[in-house]
């Protein structure tokens, strides 16, 4: 037996033992929708092509082991994204016509290319790799289901207006990465206070921007990240007070939104 049919057979077995754990964590925390629910979700996603760039490598094994049917995956993350981000699916939500997904042997970890509703994501089979090291299937799980909410949150989430784009604008640009590690820290896509990042600014973007929307979301208004998509149709053109002032009130300034977050989680020491 060659040394990649041995690999093949431990990844299988340690795969099986892992993946009857992870089916029993996600049945004691799955949620019931209906069919109808999930069919008016799903009007927003069109074709989904799968394509394995390397059905050959350790990573594709794991992944395939792990995800038996891709596109039933990710037709169920694009809901939770879906779901997070807008109030019904009969909101101002774009439609994706085609999502073209694939797997392929890269350095990199994952990335969302694409426009006009026809999107494509690349997820590396070497990260899957790296994230299976001491056989941790959880972590495989846990890593593939974070990343693709990020992705996917890219294809259906609202974009701010009348400021310029992601690629000329630090305040799009932020916002739009923020957002995207928001509903992926909202769904659980994160470790926790180990994955915060600590200091930084509302303007970072990525978990910085990520984890303060959520820090708000848990302790302001339940609604608040779906009101700060919605904000982008509504504060034209766009601006971070405008948008906390449409999302919470007249009140909030970002600034000081960020101060009293940083507080709360300790960043920022206060005298007694």
Not at 35 to 59: M, R
Not at 74 to 101: G, N, W
Not at 135 to 158: C, I, K, M, P, Y
Not at 163 to 185: H, P, Q, S, T
């Amino acid at each position: 037996m060659n040394q990649m049919k041995k690999t093949l057979i431990n990844v299988t077995f340690v795969l099986t033992v892992g993946l009857m754990m992870v089916a029993c964590q996600t049945s004691k925390s799955s949620r019931a929708v209906s069919p109808q629910t999930i069919s008016q979700w799903n009007n927003h996603l069109g074709k989904v092509v799968f394509e394995d760039k390397a059905p050959d490598s350790k990573g594709s094994a794991i992944y395939h082991a792990l995800i038996p049917d891709p596109e039933a995956y990710i037709r169920k993350v694009a809901r939770e994204v879906m779901q997070t981000l807008y109030f019904s699916p009969s909101d101002s939500i774009p439609q994706c016509k085609r999502l073209h997904y694939i797997i392929r042997d890269d350095n990199g970890i994952s990335a969302k290319g694409g426009g006009n509703g026809f999107v494509d994501i690349f997820y590396s089979t070497r990260h899957v790799e790296r994230s299976f090291q001491n056989n941790d299937t959880s972590r495989v799980d846990f890593e593939t289901r974070g990343v693709l909410l990020h992705e996917l949150t890219h294809a259906f989430q609202l974009e701010p207006q009348g400021i310029g784009g992601y690629g000329d604008n630090k305040v799009v640009w932020a916002f739009i990465e923020g957002m995207a590690d928001a509903v992926r820290v909202a769904n659980g896509g994160f470790h926790g206070e180990q994955d915060r990042p600590k200091g930084g600014s509302y303007t970072s973007g990525y978990r910085n921007t990520g984890y303060f929307f959520d820090w708000v979301r848990r302790t302001k208004d339940k609604n608040f990240l779906r009101k700060m998509n919605r904000s982008t149709l509504e504060v034209v053109p766009w601006s971070w007070d405008g948008a906390v002032k449409y999302a919470l009130g007249k009140k909030y300034t970002m600034d000081g939104l960020w101060r009293e977050y940083q507080v709360a989680v300790g960043d920022i020491k206060t005298k007694k």
